[in-house]
Structures are given as structure tokens and as C-alpha cells.
């Protein structure tokens, strides 16, 4: 078992199950509405993010090509954010996902530096319909709703049937005869977390280790906002 | 939702750099004071006689930086009220949980030197100084252990920074005890000659590992290039106008020079600003560390 986990990764282990997810990206049109889904399923707050779908425009007009990235926690088999948290606030579950003890948190923020997949945020103190606050946050799988036999919301509400969930310890479910059957990436593998999130046909732009200035006006506004926003120039930064 | 917008903030803000940064300097300058017990009969004695008049004075200057420190760093949190949660449920892989239980031992330390100084108990200097000078070499060395297990972040993963921050912490806390002895008129030759020594190592080692971390950024995997561009361009001013020329550059030119790094003003001067670079330098590797990020 890597170090600092609670529970041994479960992939591939007999009579224990792995949940996964498989994003097909062939089939995403970049609507959103799993975003949507997963702002309406936690009452995620403006400003932070579940789940997003990232956007890129490649190429030069009339050669251009739209690209999505659907991105959230990748419930990694050998997950930093866990073996960094100061109060195991952090925890891995046994069926493979990765979770959050709001009531241990301290919100220290060591889980955000540690997650090569930018997944978590700080959720705000005053919120509206959930109490929940001053705490960390990230995608769960929608564990309340798998553990009820149901799929994640982004999973339901996806039109594309582009997100695919299931066990891939199962090896009738599609979730592992899409990992068998098809080349799949997982991002960032240099860094040996294990990711569960599986992707087919990605563009190599979206996935591979390079470097490249922002080129599009629209994404270079994006960078100048986003250095803008986040050079810590703030006393108390503001993350609640 | 473009390219960069989505990504959630960044979580380490001026606290954290203000925190690692006066923490660093209580470390040091608790070194200092307790180097007439500690360190006594090294440096030909120069320890015991240059430090023997500020061992009260420096343990005062170390406790109050604790007593900014704690509450700093509580603040910072999003739950202020569970701070003792790290040593409570005690996780032993974070550097985070050793730094909240070394935190309040090494304050103890400085309680109970104080405690001996003030009721003559001699024979407790050394033991308390000894355990307090490693609870104070492991305050830097835990905050750049906070950084180095950050196998996300290549700007941080990386062995040198617990060295860098140690080293920074030396600066730092030679810029305190220099000003202090200076205005307090008891900046005697062996002082100068302590004093001058450490900051000539802390400021050349600093010059080795910035070097260091130059090349590393230059000739390093993708990661490190898009943090090499932001750092010119985002802190530009901060890493080569703070960090490099005034507080690597210049002090280490003024200590480097024998006549000028013995005089007790410029010595006094060099530390000052290398103490600026010590927060510079760590500041902008802490928030361009963040800011690197690909696929998004």
C-alpha cells in the first residue's frame, strides 16, 4: 500500500469493487450541463468548480478545431492530496474513491498545492441552502448516489453519453470493456498517482507534457485575469 | 472556461510567505542566543563572549516572533478554531502535522531558556539550547519540506528547498541580530566577526542555489519552462530586482570585501538586505509554484 492512505487501492483486488470513470471525447459537445449538474447536486458555490470543461481552439482559420476536456478529481489509486493532509481529512475510501471529512478540516489548503488536477476548492463560510463551509471540497464520485446504486450526476445528466462510470473490477461492466477495448490515456501518469479517470481519443495538445504561450486573444485574456487574480497581492487572500 | 479561468485559486497567499519567512528568522535568532551555552567553546569562544550580552534580549525577539507566528498561521486556516486538529489526528506522512507538534515544543524550548536564564539555572542552558536548536533548524526545514512533497509542483519538488529555506532563515536571522546589537550598541568585533561569517555562508549559498535553481528551470521539463516564463513575467521585479540584485547580489558583494564586510554599519546593511531577498525569494517561489500548471 503507498504510504499515508487509509485504505489499500482496490484495483484489479478480487471481490472488492473500483469505481472509475471513462470520458469518451469523441462524444462531448462542450454543453456543460455536467457542470450545471454538479453546481445543482452540491450547491457549489460561484468562482469554484467540481467539474469543468476545459476549452481550447487549435489551429488557424479555416483549419480550426474546437477541443473539451471534461476534468474533476481523478480518485487516484495513490493520491497525494491523502498523504499531505496534516489531519487525514483526506481520506481513501475502499471502493476507490477519495473523500473528505468536512468535520476534521482545517482548510490548510496542502490538498489543493498537492493535486495535480487543480480538483479542489475551498468552499466559502456563508452559503445559501448547505451549511458546509470554510472547508476544502472536491468531487466525490457522487458516492451518496453510487452507494444507492445510481451513477454521478455529471454521469445521468451527460447527453452525449460521453461519461461512463462504473467498476472496472467488474469485468462485464462498461466502464472495463471500454478500458479493454479502446486506447485510453490518463493525465499526468509521470507523477504516479494512479488516476481513475480514463479518457479515449483525447487530442495530444490537451494531455501531453508541453509547454506553449496561450496564442488565442481569447485565451490569452484568460491567462492575464487568471495571474491577475491569483499573484496573492491580497492580505488574508480571500479564499473563504 | 477557457484555458486558464477555471482553475480554483491559488491556496497559499502572503500569510504563508510572512509565516514561513518570520518563523525562519525565531529559528535563527534563537541559534544566536543560545549560542553561548550551545556553541560556547567553537569559533574560539568568539560564540560565548560576541553572544553572551544578547541571549535574553534574542530569546524575547525569538518568543514574540513565535507569539506573531502561531496566531498568523491560525488565521490563515479556514477553520481557525480546529487548529490543533494536526496533532490530534496526527498524520504522520504530512510535513504540515510534524510542523504544528515541533511548533509549540520549540516554544517551549524558549519559555524554558528564558525560564533558566531568569532563575540561574545554568546547567539547564545547554540541554534546552541543544533541543531547541534542532526544534529551530527542523521550522525551515519543515516549511520547505511542505513545499518539497508537492510531487504536483515542479517548481517545489525538489531536495533543495528545505537547504534554501534553512539557509534563508540564517540570513534573516543574522539581519535581526545585527540590527538589534547595532542599536543596542553592543556590536563588539567578535560579534562583527560571528555575525560576518554566517551571513558571508548564508548569502554564498544562497547565490549557489539560486544559480542552481536557474539552470534547473531553463534546461527542466515543460512544467518548469511555463514557471520560468511566469516568473519573468509575473515577478520579474521580484526575482531579479529583490531577490537577486538586493538581496543576493549587493550584500554579498558588501561581505565579500574584507574592509567593508568587518565594518559594523555595512555588515549591518548587508544583512538587512539579505534578509529582503530571504522573504523575496521565497515569496515568489511560493506563488509562481502555484501558477504552474499544464492541460488547463
Known amino acids: 500500500m503507498p504510504i499515508g492512505l487509509q485504505a489499500p487501492p482496490s484495483l484489479g483486488v478480487p471481490g472488492k469493487k473500483r469505481w472509475a ?9 462542450g454543453c ?4 450545471c449538474a454538479d453546481k445543482a447536486e452540491f450547491d457549489v458555490p460561484l468562482g469554484v468548480w467540481r467539474t469543468v470543461v476545459k476549452v481550447k ?5 479555416p483549419n480550426t478545431k474546437r477541443h473539451f476536456m471534461p476534468r474533476l478529481c481523478n480518485h487516484c489509486d495513490n493520491p ?8 487525514e481529512a483526506t481520506y481513501k475510501h475502499e471502493d ?15 490538498c489543493i498545492a498537492a493535486c495535480p488536477y487543480n480538483a479542489r476548492h475551498v468552499l466559502p463560510n456563508n452559503r445559501d441552502h448547505v451549511k458546509i463551509g470554510g472547508v476544502v471540497d472536491k468531487c466525490t464520485f457522487c458516492n451518496h448516489r453510487v452507494e444507492k446504486g445510481l451513477v454521478p450526476a455529471c454521469v445521468q445528466t451527460c447527453l452525449g453519453r460521453s461519461r461512463i462510470f462504473g467498476d472496472l473490477n467488474d469485468p462485464n461492466s462498461e466502464v472495463s470493456r471500454l478500458v479493454a477495448t479502446h486506447s485510453t490515456v490518463v493525465l499526468k501518469p509521470g507523477k504516479g498517482t494512479q488516476p481513475q479517470v480514463y479518457y479515449i481519443k ?7 507534457q508541453a509547454y506553449s504561450e496561450p496564442v488565442s486573444y481569447a485565451a490569452k485574456a484568460d491567462a492575464r485575469a487568471f495571474y491577475r487574480h491569483n499573484r496573492s497581492s491580497k492580505f488574508f487572500s480571500g479564499v473563504l | 472556461m477557457f484555458e486558464y479561468m477555471s482553475l480554483n485559486i491559488a491556496p497559499w497567499g502572503y500569510e504563508i ?10 529559528a535563527m535568532t534563537f541559534v544566536y542566543a543560545s549560542a553561548p551555552a550551545v556553541y560556547g567553546n567553537l569559533f574560539g569562544g568568539a560564540a560565548r563572549s560576541a553572544m553572551e550580552p544578547f541571549q535574553t534580549t534574542g530569546m524575547i525577539l525569538s518568543l514574540i516572533l513565535l507569539l506573531i507566528c502561531g496566531p498568523l498561521l491560525i488565521a490563515d486556516l479556514g477553520q481557525p478554531g480546529r487548529f490543533l486538529y494536526p496533532i490530534l489526528y496526527f498524520h504522520w506522512t504530512s510535513p504540515l502535522s510534524w510542523g504544528s507538534l515541533f511548533l509549540p515544543l520549540f516554544g517551549l524550548c524558549i519559555v524554558g531558556y528564558l525560564f533558566a536564564l ?3 539555572r545554568t546547567s539547564w542552558l545547554k540541554p534546552i539550547g541543544i533541543l531547541g536548536s534542532l526544534l529551530a533548524l527542523a521550522m525551515p526545514l519543515y516549511t520547505g519540506l511542505d513545499l518539497m512533497v508537492q510531487q504536483a509542483r515542479e517548481l517545489w519538488s525538489n531536495p533543495t528547498i528545505p537547504v534554501l529555506f534553512v539557509i534563508l532563515s540564517v540570513s534573516s536571522g543574522t539581519a535581526l541580530v545585527a540590527v538589534v546589537l547595532r542599536i543596542s550598541g553592543k556590536m563588539t568585533e567578535q560579534a562583527v566577526e560571528l555575525l560576518h561569517w554566517f551571513l558571508y555562508l548564508a548569502v554564498a549559498v544562497t547565490f549557489a542555489l539560486f544559480l542552481a535553481e536557474w539552470v534547473v528551470l531553463n534546461y527542466g521539463s515543460a512544467e518548469k519552462q511555463q514557471i520560468w516564463s511566469i516568473i519573468n513575467s509575473e515577478y520579474g521585479w521580484e526575482y531579479w530586482g529583490l531577490t537577486f540584485l538586493i538581496g543576493i547580489v549587493a550584500p554579498l558583494i558588501l561581505v565579500a570585501i574584507p574592509k567593508l564586510g568587518r565594518n559594523a554599519n555595512l555588515l549591518t546593511l548587508a544583512a538587512v538586505l539579505s534578509a529582503v531577498g530571504a522573504y523575496s525569494f521565497r515569496a515568489v517561489l511560493i506563488y509562481a509554484g502555484q501558477l504552474g500548471q499544464l492541460y488547463y
Request: hydrophobic fraction near 40%; include cysteine; aromatic fraction near 10%.
Open chain 1, 21 to 29: 470513470m471513462v470520458i469518451d471525447l469523441r462524444r462531448c459537445i
Open chain 2, 118 to 120: 531568569a532563575t540561574k
Open chain 2, 17 to 26: 510567505t510572512i509565516y514561513f519567512f518570520l518563523i525562519g528568522m525565531a
Open chain 1, 57 to 61: 481552439n487549435t489551429g488557424a482559420f
Open chain 1, 202 to 208: 483525447p487530442d495530444r495538445g490537451l494531455t501531453e
Open chain 1, 80 to 87: 497525494p492530496c491523502v498523504r499531505n493532509c496534516p489531519t
Open chain 1, 32 to 35: 456543460m450541463a455536467c457542470v
Open chain 1, 96 to 110: 476507490g474513491f477519495v473523500l473528505q471529512r468536512y468535520e476534521r478540516c482545517i482548510a490548510c489548503r496542502t
